[in-house]
């Protein structure tokens, strides 16, 4: 038992096994490979570092956004004169950043004061007093309710509230839009991004944007890819929708501004991609982009205020983008083209089986083949190594015979099924490399 671990410990610290290797000599099998390892390579080039270029490494970016608008607009409404709007009165929040709305239409609701009223009859109707709690809020009430049931008009009776009176009545939108002018206002992006893994930083100001270029041009996907300066107008049409139509109601736009840097290039060559979307669905329940908002004042001592439902278009600045790096070259090597090279070797064995039908007669099988004992199977060897190799082999099924190879070759030619050989004379030593069949 001792002897038997050391044998195995020996070999295991000083023996190792190589894979054979096999020519085959055959035409159609060699094309048939061939063609495989063509495909693989393929594969490895055209897919994995052509098209998707798993040669590099990628980092995601840092960015911000600041915007500027310009334009005018002019309303002319009874219930407040003549109003001109410019960029404080129709942005939101007024300084712009990567999210704004720009109002585009609006129900006015003039002079305000905290008083007494009767409610809108959306808030409910009533045809007494006790269906008015006093005290309670509706959910679509304006104010507190009083306890009184008060004519609202000549048909309909409602609530008292204690509120800003009178009460907003939002029921007929303008048609068109009062500003349908912001069709023609400009929007002005400016983008910094970096990239701190690899130190890069871009700005959508890119070399070919200069102070000239910049007083002239407007944003266009074909002519003027580059320009920062847009049209809303423009935006909204790319975003696939019809301004007119939006401007009613409000929505929501998307402006995604892509950088995917290839740095295989340089980095002047970074530059950013526009692209616009419509985010709200036209069959949406709530349909449109609508808030409130109201303007101060005082007069003869009494607050007042102008409240304003505000329809407009939201526009949502995104920023997206990846650099790509050469510095991952070789880390994917291996993972990648061990694909390949599996696909290769696994490839070999079924080529190998098919190849001997094929080539009619092979080395190995013109080589002489020994018969053994009963209780052995043929085995066929294409070579010896050049040390002293032993064999074990079962003569009977309590008798083990250790042999050198050599001499048994010559005794089993003799024995009988059953029979226990004779150790062979001579010692063990080395001997050149031949073909042998047991």
Not at 124 to 130: F, L
Not at 246 to 270: M, N, Q, S
Not at 276 to 294: C, P, T, V
Request: glycine share 8%.
């Amino acid at each position: 038992m001792a002897r038997r671990l050391q044998d195995e410990l020996a070999a295991f610290f000083f023996e190792y096994d190589t894979p054979r290797m096999v020519l085959v000599r055959n035409k159609r099998v060699g094309v048939v490979f061939r063609l495989i390892q063509l495909v693989v390579l393929v594969y490895v080039i055209g897919w994995v570092f052509v098209y998707e270029k798993g040669y590099q490494t990628s980092s995601g970016l840092i960015s911000s956004v600041s915007v500027k608008l310009k334009g005018l607009a002019v309303t002319k409404l009874p219930s407040l004169g003549p109003q001109v709007w410019d960029v404080a009165d129709y942005v939101f929040p007024a300084q712009g950043d990567g999210s704004f709305v720009v109002m585009t239409n609006f129900i006015a609701t003039p002079r305000q004061a905290k008083g007494h009223c009767a409610e809108n009859p959306e808030g409910g109707t009533c045809t007494n007093n006790s269906g008015c709690t006093p005290g309670k809020a509706e959910r679509k009430a304006q104010g507190i309710r009083t306890g009184k049931c008060v004519a609202f008009n000549d048909i309909v009776h409602t609530c008292e509230i204690f509120g800003w009176c009178p009460v907003e009545v939002d029921d007929n939108i303008p048609c068109p839009a009062l500003l349908r002018e912001a069709e023609n206002f400009t929007l002005f992006i400016k983008n910094s991004i970096s990239f701190p893994r690899f130190k890069v930083t871009r700005r959508n100001l890119v070399e070919e944007v200069d102070a000239a270029y910049m007083k002239t041009c407007l944003y266009h996907k074909t002519l003027h890819p580059l320009c920062p300066v847009f049209k809303l107008g423009y935006v909204v049409q790319e975003s696939g929708q019809n301004f007119s139509t939006l401007a009613e109601k409000g929505g929501v736009v998307g402006i995604t501004i892509d950088w995917h840097c290839d740095l295989d290039w340089h980095v002047r060559h970074c530059k950013p991609v526009y692209e616009f979307h419509g985010l709200y669905e036209e069959k949406n329940l709530s349909q449109g982009f609508n808030f409130r908002f109201a303007r101060h004042f005082v007069e003869n001592g009494t607050n007042y205020r102008h409240l304003f439902k505000v329809f407009g278009i939201r526009f949502d600045i995104l920023v997206d983008g990846k650099i790509y790096l050469l510095v991952h070259l070789l880390s994917p090597l291996p993972s990648r083209v061990s694909r390949g090279v599996l696909l290769g070797n696994h490839t070999s064995p079924s080529l190998e089986a098919a190849a001997s039908p094929l080539s009619g007669s092979s080395s190995a099988s013109s080589q002489p083949t020994f018969p053994c004992c009963s209780a052995c199977s043929p085995f066929t060897a294409t070579s010896m190594p050049e040390r002293p190799v032993y064999t074990s082999l079962w003569v009977s099924p309590s008798t083990i015979g250790l042999q050198p190879l050599p001499p048994l070759l010559d005794a089993l030619a003799k024995v009988t099924s059953g029979s226990l050989l004779p150790n062979p004379s001579g010692h063990f030593s080395p001997y050149p490399a031949q073909p042998i069949s047991l």
